[in-house]
């Protein structure tokens, strides 16, 4: 991503930093230059991924916080603008679930499931907007996911949270364009991540817990989501043809959907590894004496690329060859004739 400067200099909030998809985003930010406000709870992955945005030509500093805890990111925010300056861009991308049956999650662990996930959204999100709206001036991105469309076994908490998500930024959007605000708020609705969260997320399957293919590397989620960031006009990104198939295909055929994903949804999300054990971060942070980095264990099974992400950022030029070849057929058989 090198000579890309839209970002050069702008202060980037980052929730999730310390591993998986953020750990990616903050790498890509600090290429372009950008001054990274690294949150998370895991101050080990914190550190590293500071010193990875140094080592891209970045800024980074870090703002251990809790993102369920409202309270934590509004001094979170406070000390990112004295220290680094008015927020550009407040990206929300923290998470946390437990992988289990319904009848098997405690109430507990639904709370702190929704404070994370989708609170933690809520949070960031009036964090940003109290310090952008008066300026006139900002992006917002939520990190999404195919499941805010389409629940699917075994992780009902997540996908009621990203479900939630999605709601609310509607809502956030248009009392936005109520106002004539110039901040912009976008989602980008990702597919299967090969990240570290199928070690350390709270299980209770019989099995090792795995994304459902296909499996696309955090890379690629984190060019999608730099990108939103620069071009945050967009209400919305849907990254890699599984999530397009998955969102059209919900749309068109939810019965069907349901029956399919209830003779294979609880399959495909297993391996036939054991489940790990001792590691959870529903509570504590996973990483905070060890580093997990951005990819998880599928690396020999994920895409590097998304060919339906580059044409959905590359519309214009598409539709352009798309004209030119049916002129040049038209012609062509215009000259037959």
């Known amino acids: 991503m090198k000579g890309h400067d839209v970002l050069k200099d702008k202060v980037v909030v980052v929730t999730g930093a310390s591993g998986g998809v953020g750990r990616a985003v903050v790498r890509m930010l600090g290429d372009q230059g950008a001054k990274v406000a690294l949150i998370a709870r895991g101050e080990t992955g914190l550190a590293t991924a500071a010193t990875e945005v140094g080592g891209e030509g970045g800024t980074a500093k870090v703002f251990p916080a809790d993102v369920a805890d409202h309270e934590q990111v509004e001094a979170a925010a406070d000390a990112i603008e004295q220290d680094l300056g008015p927020i550009d861009v407040w990206i929300n991308v923290a998470f946390s679930s437990v992988f289990a049956p319904f009848t098997e999650v405690e109430p507990a662990e639904y ?52 479900h939630a998500i999605k709601g609310f930024t509607e809502a ?16 980008v609705q990702l597919p299967a991540v090969n990240t570290p969260q199928f070690d350390w997320v709270l299980s209770r399957l019989r ?95 994920s895409k590097d690329r998304s060919i339906q992400v580059w044409l959905s950022q590359h519309r214009a030029l598409v539709l352009a060859g798309v004209g030119g070849a049916a002129a040049a057929a038209v012609a062509a058989l215009a000259a037959r004739r």
């Not at 248009?174 to 901040?183: A, F, I, M, P």
């Not at 890379?219 to 599984?242: D, K, L, M, T």
Request: with cysteine; aromatic share 8%; hydrophobic share 35%.
């Open 207 to 301: 099995r090792h817990p795995q994304p459902v293919p296909p499996i696309f590397q955090p890379e690629v989620a984190a060019q999608a989501i730099v990108y939103a960031a620069e071009h945050p006009a967009r209400r919305e990104y849907w990254v890699g043809g599984s999530t397009v198939a998955t969102i059209i295909g919900e749309r068109l055929a939810p019965g069907l959907i349901d029956r399919y994903l209830g003779m294979t949804g609880v399959k495909s999300q297993q391996t036939d590894e054991k489940p790990p054990t001792g590691v959870a971060n529903l509570w504590e942070p996973a990483d905070g004496h060890r580093d997990y980095g951005a990819h998880g264990g599928f690396d020999a099974r």
């Open 111 to 162: 709370e702190r499931t929704t404070a994370v996930t989708y609170l933690g959204y809520v949070w960031g999100t009036r964090a940003a907007l109290r310090r952008m709206r008066p300026r006139n001036r900002g992006v917002i991105v939520q990190t999404g996911s195919a499941l805010a469309y389409r629940g699917i076994p075994l992780q009902s908490a997540y996908c009621g949270a990203k």
């Open 172 to 187: 956030v959007r248009t009392e936005l364009l109520d106002e004539g605000s110039d901040v912009k708020i976008t989602m």
